[in-house]
């Protein structure tokens, strides 16, 4: 095939999405290069910034990605942001396609008096805290306060209420932030209650989740709920396994361990009330469950309770943000598509621009859903290939960045990041001791002779 028959795709994002369809990309039956850009000098997105620290055995899946990275065709373009060091308009120019796959970084709130209190926090920061994401690096968590309360019932609302249930020794030994570990040992917390909305069989989180906080020494697990499979025909497996989990978990009682997860369901935080600009306790009212299927919903009962708490973190979501010169589905913040072929906000399609992964469909399913979601838009980019390669091309955007004194990052540079993470981490009896802050992962990039 001659070079210029080659499809020059750009992704953007270097998490699960944008590796599965690069991988997809280069394995496919049309010769193509791909260029990963990356804002951060580091891959992998949630893959090493959102999987637990103890849930080492999902960040392997990073094998996989390695191999994609290792393909003939594929560059890594790391310590890049796309609207900041090259606009989407220079990449159009630089390349046939442009596949954004950049996830879902932002928290949701919840909308209620007193969330600006100390004491209250987003997951999506205390997960980039404990995980050492350098956005989140100089944020301070004050851990003070021997109840936790996590708002929402999602497997990332599971993954905060184990790191804050875990046994401190365990977690010295993960990849976890030097900061996290600190606060997490001078915190006196033994208690985290968890707190839905909506009623156990709707619970978003999946059994196995739940397990791996149960199956934790030292802590026990009470279920509050009535959890019966009376009235509840229509149940989806995943919601058939939580219960009959759940109902197990309350019959064997939480026993007398030193620490405790609490499921409270069909309840929603009104307010947080607080001391001195600190969370205090929280403002709860019961809900009732109105509707039937998928569209169940809580509907407030007008009882209203406070729980004391110091220490609320509200889990509800990750939100996608707009990239410079993109369309935006400000409502569901996802980049519009059909099927992944970007459209404007009237539903045109965007000649030469694709989406994959969260900020596509919205933040759902676990990481493996991403291989069919990439899958999918590539399959219609390659369908679109003769008017792809008709697009002509103008801009070297590698050349362009180096004109502008972008310190790119191969994929060759960032194995001496891993490296000296992964040696730091052994001289100090952990998986890997983390490079928080981009001028060091960039001095380990690039050492001086
Ligand atoms: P999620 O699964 O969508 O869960 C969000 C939770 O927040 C739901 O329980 C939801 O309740 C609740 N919620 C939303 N708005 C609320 C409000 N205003 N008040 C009270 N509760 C509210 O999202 P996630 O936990 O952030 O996870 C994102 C994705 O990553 C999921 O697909 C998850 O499975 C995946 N993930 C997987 C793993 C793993 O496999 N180990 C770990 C982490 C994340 P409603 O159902 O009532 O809306």
Redesign the pocket.
């Known amino acids: 095939m001659a070079e210029a028959d080659r499809l020059k795709i750009a992704v953007v994002g270097s998490g699960p999405a944008g590796f599965y369809a690069a991988d997809a990309l280069l394995r496919g039956p049309v010769s193509s290069s791909v260029d990963l850009f990356e804002r951060l000098p580091v891959p992998f997105g ?1 893959v090493r910034y ?3 620290p103890d ?1 080492q055995g ?1 960040k392997r899946v990073q094998v996989a990605f390695e191999r994609t990275a290792a393909l003939p065709g594929f560059r890594f373009f790391g310590n890049v942001e796309v609207g900041r060091d090259v606009s989407v308009e220079e990449l159009l120019a630089g390349y046939h396609a442009v596949l954004f796959a950049t996830g879902a970084a932002l928290d ?1 709130s ?2 209620i008096p007193g969330e600006e209190l100390s004491g209250s926090y987003a ?2 920061s205390f997960v980039g805290w404990y995980n050492g994401h350098p956005d989140f690096v100089d944020l301070k968590f004050s851990l003070a306060a021997e109840r936790a309360v996590v ?9 905060v209420a184990r790191i804050l249930l875990h046994d401190r020794s365990e977690l010295a030994k993960t990849d976890i932030s030097d900061a996290a570990l600190a606060a997490l040992r001078a915190s006196p917390v033994r208690e985290v209650v968890l ?4 009623g156990p069989a ?5 059994q ?2 739940l397990e ?1 906080i149960a199956d934790l020494p030292g802590v026990g697990v009470e279920v509050d709920a009535d959890v019966s499979f009376a009235d509840e025909a229509d149940l989806l497996p995943a919601a058939r396994k939580n219960l009959a989990y759940l109902a197990r978990l309350k019959l064997a009682g939480p026993g007398s361990k030193p620490r405790l997860l609490k499921l409270r369901f069909l309840a ?2 009104v307010e947080l009330l607080g001391d001195n600009g600190r969370v205090r306790a929280l403002r709860i009212e019961d809900n009732r469950l109105v509707g039937a299927g998928p569209h169940i ?2 509907e407030p009962t007008g009882k209203v309770w406070e729980l004391q708490t110091g220490l609320v973190i ?5 939100r996608g943000a707009a990239t410079p010169g993109l369309p935006f589905e400000a409502k569901r913040n996802v980049i519009p598509s059909s099927a992944g072929r970007v459209t404007n906000l009237a539903g045109e399609p965007q000649l030469g621009l694709y989406t994959a992964g ?1 900020i596509k469909r919205g ?5 493996g ?1 991403n291989k069919a979601d990439s899958k999918e838009t590539v399959d219609l980019l390659l369908r679109d290939t003769e008017v792809l390669r008709g697009r002509a091309l103008r801009v070297d955007v590698a050349e362009l960045l180096a004109s502008r004194g972008v310190q790119l990052v191969s994929f060759a540079d960032y194995r001496k990041i891993d490296a000296a993470e992964k040696a730091r981490g052994e001289a100090r009896g952990k998986v890997r001791d983390k490079l928080e802050r981009i001028p060091d992962m960039l001095a380990a990039a690039f050492p001086k002779a």
Do not use: C, K
């Open positions: 949630l959102g999987v637990a849930h999902i949701r919840l909308d997951a999506t708002v929402g019932m999602g497997n990332v609302a599971l993954d707190l839905g909305r909506r709707q619970a978003a989180f999946d196995g989740e791996a929603s935080p919903r809580a509200r889990s509800v979501g990750y969260w933040p759902s399913g676990l990481i859903t």
